[in-house]
């Protein structure tokens, strides 16, 4: 038997293992709920932590669980959050710095976030408001990234991010902006706008953001006629500049040069480079041209592109002649250092599908003559050259039309007698030259001309008029001697242009291809203006072509109906004279019957047993006329016989024609009627 003390002693020990199990318990039951033993919120039971990281992605969230209070980083991307799911505590968490809320149902800017905060992510919501108010409560917030919202540039409030003076990337893709957000911080360096429906940059869209280092307005509805013209010189530390698919067919006018290092101008439609727009771009690394309506570049483009290192190129309508000679030969000096992209020829066709840098042997045919400060070479013009000792080469000719340029200048400077107001007609006459253009389609225009005496080549030149001296350059080429027409392609829709042409000729007689210093000295340009037509209206001929049609078909109509009716009243009136002809039996057609009738030897009357008539057939002229004879007298009744006489009048036409007897008289068998046409008898009408 166990002593007292000893069940005393066991007792004790089991009250405190119990009361030790309790403890632990508690402890984690604590442990479960977030809390530590003083009571602070540890890792929310639902989300994933690694030290202050806050893993609460993709979990079908519609509010922000309570967060421990050393969280930094928090990711709640991907889930059903709206604005309501948003704690006012979160504002007391002043150690966080990044909080991803993308993907999310945000209808509203967050408006009780940490004032800690330095970096934010609210892509793909309904964000349609940038209050104010909401961006002032975030004074260290350094990263913004909005895109894929639907802000619109007056849901933006006036001086929205001025108490944001630290903020340096704003990202605003995808949205419903219409113009370049005012009141920018002068802090700002990155800036993306693509993607939205820009259309217009003033000049002091940029004003005050001479930090801005990289420019993204990719995707908008820009074209050169809305861009001022000091719009990007103002961005003066740019290093990157984006202006892919948008409607430009020049570079915009004084584009940064100082620190430029990347240049995009793909899927746009340029047909023209303009020498000296990419002048002063030493530090530019990599340009893209790809895709846009390229035939050919000017000689010294690149002169200024020490560390060019990629040109890409691909997509473009290249002509390969001798106007890029300087351009091969540029590139063979470059060699290795340089990576070329997309560049084939597609014109002449003997080098289709051809890489430029293959084209050496084809280049060595041409020989360059330098014109002032880089002119273009002697061989363009697909004519026969020669100098330096050289016999008479075959060239490659720039296509029809193409923007092959010589001299590229500021519309307005170098145009014949600048004071002229232009009203000029598709035609011009000068002292040698007679000059004629017609437009031809939305975007081409013929030129035709005649001399008076014989000129060794021409120098064609256009310009598109506009109100602004954004429009473009003026472009040149020359045209063999030989030539009197020249079609222009790839203009502007709905534009005018004025076009003019000067006849070179060289001092020794022969064809020079020198743009200037080889006319003759009273010699002045030939212009005439036309207008190119737009493709979304019908032109004026086909209008009133129409509208002739439409005039005469009334006419048309009349008559047709009136030629009609007249065939059908003939139809009817001949099918009326046949049926009226061959309804009445006449004496020849008897007579035909009755000769095909002879080789019977027995009457059909006598087959059927037929009784006849006394009735003598009295024959008047070809016709003729059953008249009863002694039709006064009553017929005298004869005795009933079981023979037959059979009485055959012959008329004297030979035709023989038969009535029943008299006692079968009835109505309706008394005329002709029994009788087919032509004179057949009716064996339904025949009675014994």
């Known amino acids: 038997m166990m002593a007292p003390e ?51 992605n993709d979990r079908g969230l519609s509010a922000i669980p309570p967060l421990p209070p050393s969280a930094s980083v928090l990711y709640l991307q991907n889930n059903q959050i709206d604005n309501a799911g948003l704690p006012m505590s979160l504002e007391h968490h002043t150690l966080v710095r990044v909080i991803y809320l993308y993907d999310n149902e945000l209808d509203d800017f967050p408006m009780h976030l940490p004032p800690s905060l330095r970096e934010l992510h609210l892509q793909d919501n309904n964000i349609r408001v940038l209050p104010r108010a909401a961006l002032a409560r975030l004074p260290l917030l350094e990263k913004l990234h909005l895109d894929d919202n639907s802000v619109s540039t007056v849901s933006i409030e006036d001086q929205a991010f001025v108490d944001n003076p630290r903020l340096r990337l704003l990202f605003l893709s995808r949205n419903h902006l219409s113009s370049i957000p005012s009141g920018l911080p002068a802090s700002l360096e990155e800036l993306c706008l693509d993607d939205n429906r820009i259309s217009t940059i003033p000049t002091h869209a940029f004003r005050g953001l001479s930090s801005l280092r990289r420019l993204v307005l990719d995707g908008n509805l820009l074209a050169n006629q809305r861009i001022a013209d000091d719009t990007f010189s103002r961005l003066s530390n740019l290093t990157e500049l984006s202006l892919v698919r948008n409607s430009l067919q020049t570079p915009p006018l004084n584009l940064p040069s100082v620190h430029l290092q990347r240049l995009s101008l793909q899927d746009n439609a340029l047909i023209h480079m303009p020498r000296g727009s990419l002048d002063g771009m030493r530090r530019l690394q990599r340009l893209d041209l790809s895709g846009n309506n390229l035939t050919t570049l000017p000689r010294g483009l690149f002169r200024d592109l020490e560390s060019l290192g990629q040109l890409l190129v691909r997509g473009n309508p290249w002509h390969c002649g001798c106007n890029l000679r300087w351009l091969h030969d540029w590139l063979e000096a470059k060699g290795n250092t340089i990576t070329l992209r997309g560049f084939i020829c597609q014109t ?135 030539r009197r027409e020249y079609l222009l392609t790839s203009l502007k829709p709905a534009s005018s242009y004025i076009i003019c042409m000067v006849p070179l000729v060289s001092n020794d007689g022969s064809r020079s291809s020198l743009p200037e210093g080889d006319t003759e000295p009273n010699e002045v340009p030939v212009c005439a203006r036309t207008e190119t037509s737009n493709p979304n209206q019908p032109d004026d001929e086909s209008e009133d072509q129409s509208s002739d049609k439409m005039t005469s078909l009334p006419l048309v109509g009349i008559i047709g109906g009136a030629t009609a009716l007249v065939s059908l009243a003939l139809i009817i009136a001949i099918f009326c004279w046949y049926g009226h002809r061959t309804g009445r039996p006449t004496s020849r057609d008897h007579y035909s019957h009755s000769s095909s009738r002879k080789s019977k030897h027995y009457d059909d009357y006598i087959e059927s047993g037929t009784k006849k008539d006394n009735t003598i057939l009295e024959i008047r002229g070809p016709g003729f006329q059953m008249t009863p004879m002694a039709a006064r007298q009553p017929l005298q009744p004869k005795p009933v016989r079981e023979d037959y006489i059979i009485h055959t009048i012959f008329p004297s036409n030979g035709t023989g024609l038969y009535k029943p007897p008299n006692n079968m008289t009835n109505s309706g068998y008394d005329t002709n009627r029994g009788y087919r046409e032509r004179g057949i008898p009716d064996i339904d009408y025949s009675y014994t």
């Open 6 to 56: 000893g069940i005393q002693d066991l007792l004790f020990l089991l009250l405190l293992c119990i009361t030790l199990l309790a403890e632990l318990l508690e402890m984690a039951a604590a442990s479960t709920q977030g809390l530590d033993g003083e009571g602070d919120i540890l890792c929310p039971s639902v989300c994933r932590c690694d030290e202050d990281f806050i893993y609460c």
């Open 348 to 482: 002449p066709e003997r080098v289709r599908d051809m890489a430029l840098r293959d084209l050496t042997n084809q280049m060595d045919e041409c020989e360059l003559a330098a014109v002032g400060g880089g002119g273009v070479g002697a061989g363009v013009g697909g004519n026969k050259v020669s100098g330096g000792g050289m016999g008479a080469i075959s060239t490659l000719s720039p296509p029809q039309g193409s923007l092959f340029t010589l001299r590229s200048k500021r519309p307005g400077l170098g145009l014949p007698e600048t004071g002229l107001d232009y009203t000029l007609s598709s035609s011009g006459v000068g002292k040698n030259l007679a000059l004629n253009v017609k437009p031809l389609s939305s975007d081409s225009i013929r030129v035709t001309w005649s001399v008076a005496q014989t000129s060794s080549s021409f120098r064609l030149s256009w310009l598109r008029l506009g109100t602004s001296s954004a429009m473009g350059s003026i472009t040149e080429t020359l045209v063999r001697g030989d």
